[in-house]
């Protein structure tokens, strides 16, 4: 019972949470004031898309307990790997096992690396997609990464409103001269490095 109203009080912050982030950002639904094509495909098609994948039932039932962000996360990541068919992803967070089915679900060829182990680095800076929680001890994990990207690698950073630092380094990395183009998902942020394209963030509603 009391698991129970743990879990009801739990999911009461999160939809609470949810539809405050979602009022405070409903100008920025559907693509609203995306000028890039290639932008807008990648928000319409992969961050928002809405297809019901057959492999979301499967790997739900992998994973029961998963709380509502994981598995929001999770999907997104499927989306991202099934859209870019990136063969290296380095994870670096607490859903590990979690995030590493669902990106082999999208994209059977990849190989993920678990980038909080020792002797990984070099793994890391190597990977075409890495995925990290805004946290102190894996902010050297990023400058690795960052340092080594290129034209077609993507970071994924977590938790970008998590602290008043969170929102610092956020801010560090989209103003880096290194970074493009960034999208803004409150829940995490995402990050390309292809030079071709304006420097630019765009504000999404996911």
Not at 26 to 31: A, E, I, L, P, V
Not at 119 to 141: C, F, H, N, S
Not at 170 to 191: M, P, Q, S
Request: aromatic share 14%; hydrophobic share 40%.
């Amino acid at each position: 019972m009391k698991a129970i109203m743990v879990n009801g009080l739990f999911s009461l912050r999160y939809w609470f949470k949810r539809s405050m982030v979602f009022m405070r950002r409903f100008t920025h639904s559907q693509g609203f004031g995306i000028q890039s094509p290639s932008a807008y495909r990648f928000d319409r098609e992969v961050i928002n898309a809405h297809h019901p994948y057959h492999a979301y039932a499967d790997l739900k039932h992998a994973f029961p307990h998963e709380d509502r962000l994981t598995l929001k996360l999770a999907r997104l990541y499927f989306r991202i790997a099934n859209a870019t068919q990136a063969r290296r992803w380095a994870l670096c967070t607490l859903q590990n096992d979690v995030y590493c089915a669902y990106v082999q679900a999208g994209c059977r060829t990849t190989i993920p690396v678990d980038g909080d182990e020792v002797g990984e680095v070099d793994k890391v800076a190597a990977a075409d997609v890495l995925v990290m929680t805004m946290e102190d001890d894996r902010w050297p994990m990023c400058e690795v990464f960052v340092s080594s990207a290129h034209e077609r690698s993507m970071l994924i950073v977590e938790g970008i409103y998590a602290s008043k630092k969170a929102k610092m380094r956020w801010k560090e990395l989209v103003n880096d001269e290194r970074t493009r183009v960034a999208f803004d998902l409150y829940d995490c942020g995402i990050i390309f490095f292809d030079h071709t394209k304006s420097k630019q963030v765009y504000i999404i509603n996911f």
